[in-house]
């Protein structure tokens, strides 16, 4: 894949075994970057037996050219695998799946917040698998991602850089928006409300299901922040899956935290 293209809007945060992540980096002349530390061990991981289809979709494209069946299932060692059956594309063509953090439009995908985790290519063939086995990094339990379900559709972009691109980056061959079915893999989170610390003294939004968001402000620590609401660091980082891996540590004054899983 020609990087090139994406590095103008966005900047690769990870590099996992031969996947990257997408997103927006923050600002280095930043006064109220902060970093927290924490020895909170990561969770232990809660296994799906393999197999278990956990999200489904269904490729469209304007063309009608490249269609599929889409499906997410449990692989062995807390990981995930993208399946494409009854896969149909014109022949010769290079492709490179994508599942993006939010649900697919020619504006959003222009937009420099636009988040995708471009995975291995995948070849034309009645049927096409990709093991998401990014060094952990969607694992369940793991502090960077926790389980994808945060992703909202997939895909399929031309590996061509000399193809027509569909606005700023490579031509968009096919979409699928996909639906979970993935069973609460955390259900230990309980968020609550303590009160503001000296480095966690932000406001607080709440919705339907109770505390939503956490406003960040200068001199905020992160540890402070989760201590705050009653859970770990890396309970914070599962709730916020798709800030990068650069921003893990820091605490950034505006920042918008989910509290909310229903809003992962």
């Known amino acids: 894949m ?29 006064a109220a970057l902060v970093t927290g530390k924490t020895n909170t061990p990561t969770p232990a991981p809660i ?45 010769g063509t290079d492709l490179i799946p994508n599942l993006s953090a939010e649900p697919f439009t020619e504006a959003a995908y222009c937009d420099g917040g636009f988040m995708m985790f471009v995975l291995d290519h995948i070849a034309p063939a009645p049927s096409a698998s990709v093991v998401l086995h990014v060094g952990g990094g969607m694992r369940v339990g793991d502090i960077t991602f926790g389980n994808p379900d945060f992703f909202d559709t997939l895909v399929i972009t031309l590996n061509d850089a000399n193809a027509p691109r569909t606005g700023c980056f490579y031509s968009v061959v096919a979409t699928a928006p996909l639906v979970w079915t993935m069973p609460d893999l955390r259900p230990d989170i309980r968020v609550v409300d303590s009160g503001p610390t000296g480095g966690a003294t932000g406001p607080v939004t709440e919705n339907s299901n109770g505390l939503a ?42 920042e918008i935290l989910n509290l909310d899983k229903a809003g992962r």
């Open 213 to 254: 968001t956490y406003e960040v402000v200068a001199g905020d620590i992160l540890d402070e922040i989760a201590a705050r609401f009653g859970i770990s660091v890396l309970d914070l980082f599962y709730l916020n899956p798709a800030r990068g891996r650069g921003q893990q540590r820091l605490a950034i004054a505006g």
């Open 47 to 91: 296994h799906l037996e393999e197999g278990t289809v956990v999200a489904t979709g269904e490729l469209v494209s304007v063309d009608d050219l490249t269609t599929g069946d889409v499906s997410i299932v449990a692989a062995p060692a807390g990981e995930f695998r993208l399946q494409i059956d009854n896969f149909v594309t014109p022949p």
């Open 2 to 30: 020609n990087a090139r293209h994406l590095l103008a809007p966005l900047v690769a945060v990870a590099l996992l075994a031969g996947c990257t992540v997408v997103t927006p980096e923050p600002s280095e002349t930043d």
